[in-house]
């Protein structure tokens, strides 16, 4: 398995990776380097190991592949013909059908970020060749695995698949969200990237509708606030700190001062967001609190990771939070891509 995460979480990546597979009994080994932006887990049954550890349940991961090969030495004047090579090595017998599309990438390190240029136009080149070479079906179909080449440098790269129902629907991972011109602050684009990531399509009508009531603790400036308002929700915003006046012109917004890990809804709500920069596993037990007293259904909450041990912090907190919910829970947790030294977490009852 190859996935790619975070620069400099690589060891966390790593650590979650070993560990699940050891709890699966499915012996493997963790491969990285600090700073890459990817881990290998190589393991002997590669088949086993990807359904064991579906996408959906990965934290540190933002994309999950199979890889097929490892290429180095490449000669950039024909790196097309050993990618062909490779893929007649990996299936002597011929894939049973062709892939649906080809992604052309690099790590999302410092190292291999200058390769976009390349990954660019030798997707160009590349794409027309699968297709002759019968490896890419005519017309791109996203429902049928894709191979992903993944340059590491000019004359070095990987080769590997998805499966498309089980990763990242995103190029390297990384979902292209722009900033709205009346966002109150940044920190509206991770909301919105939990929205897109750990709310499934299927959910969202169910979750989100005109007049629903919720709280944002941690709301200042207002960033999360802005985007459960915009999903059509009614939002109480605690913070002593000042939230931006448009969204209380809105109407829809109640502005209080208080502490958001005293203060409780007078009766239940839809949704609790919270954001407030604090120890995990002091949020994580206040989440919990919310939930099995029932002041909310939903909740999406930021963890903010300390500098060490933030695999076993992750695990700690997320554990936490589900036996003191004391409640059937759907729980996804993911470092998103406009996380930082933090993880989100969405739950939502069973
Ligand atoms: C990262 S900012 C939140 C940004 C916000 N989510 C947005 O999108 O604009 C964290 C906020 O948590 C607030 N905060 C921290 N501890 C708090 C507490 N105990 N009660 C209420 N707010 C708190 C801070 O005042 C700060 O405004």
């Keep these: 398995m190859l996935c790619y995460c975070r620069p400099g979480f690589e060891p966390e990546l790593a650590a979650e990776l070993s560990e699940r597979a050891a709890l699966l009994d499915l012996p493997g080994y963790a491969r990285t380097q600090r700073n890459q932006a990817y881990v290998e887990f190589l393991g002997t049954d590669a088949v086993a190991l990807s359904r064991a550890l579906p996408y959906d349940d990965l934290i540190f991961a933002r994309q999950k592949l199979l890889r097929l090969a490892d290429l180095q030495g490449l000669d950039p004047s024909d790196r097309i013909t050993p990618i062909i090579n490779a893929l007649h090595a990996a299936y002597p017998d011929g894939r049973p059908s062709a892939y649906g599309d080809v992604w052309v990438e690099h790590p999302d390190s410092d190292e291999a970020k200058p390769l976009a240029g390349l990954a660019r136009s030798f997707g160009n080149a590349l794409r027309p060749a699968l297709r002759k070479a019968g490896w890419l079906t005519r017309i791109d179909d996203p429902r049928r695995p894709r191979l992903h080449v993944i340059f590491l440098a000019g004359d070095h790269a990987m080769l590997a698949q998805a499966s498309p129902r089980d990763g990242s629907p995103w190029q390297l991972g990384i979902p292209r969200l722009r900033m709205h011109a009346d966002a109150p602050s940044r920190s509206a684009l991770k909301l919105e990237e939990a929205l897109l990531t750990l709310v499934h399509e299927h959910e969202r009508e169910k979750l989100f509708r005109d007049n629903m ?106 554990e936490l939070f589900e036996r003191q919910a004391e409640k059937p829970l759907t729980i996804r947790a993911r470092q998103l891509y406009h996380d930082r030294e933090e993880i989100t977490v969405f739950a939502t009852p069973q």
């Design 213 to 318: 009531r919720a709280a944002d603790l941690g709301a200042a400036p207002g960033g999360w606030t802005w985007v459960m308002m915009r999903q059509g929700l009614r939002v109480i915003s605690i913070d002593n700190g000042p939230l931006r006046p448009e969204l209380l012109d809105s109407g829809r917004v109640e502005h209080l001062r208080a502490d958001g890990f005293q203060w409780q809804p007078k009766g239940p709500l839809d949704w609790m967001v919270c954001d407030m920069v604090e120890q995990p596993r002091r949020v994580a037990e206040r989440m919990a609190t919310w939930i099995r007293e029932g002041w909310c259904r939903h909740t999406i909450f930021n963890l903010k990771l300390p500098m060490k041990k933030r695999w076993e912090e992750t695990r700690l907190c997320l």
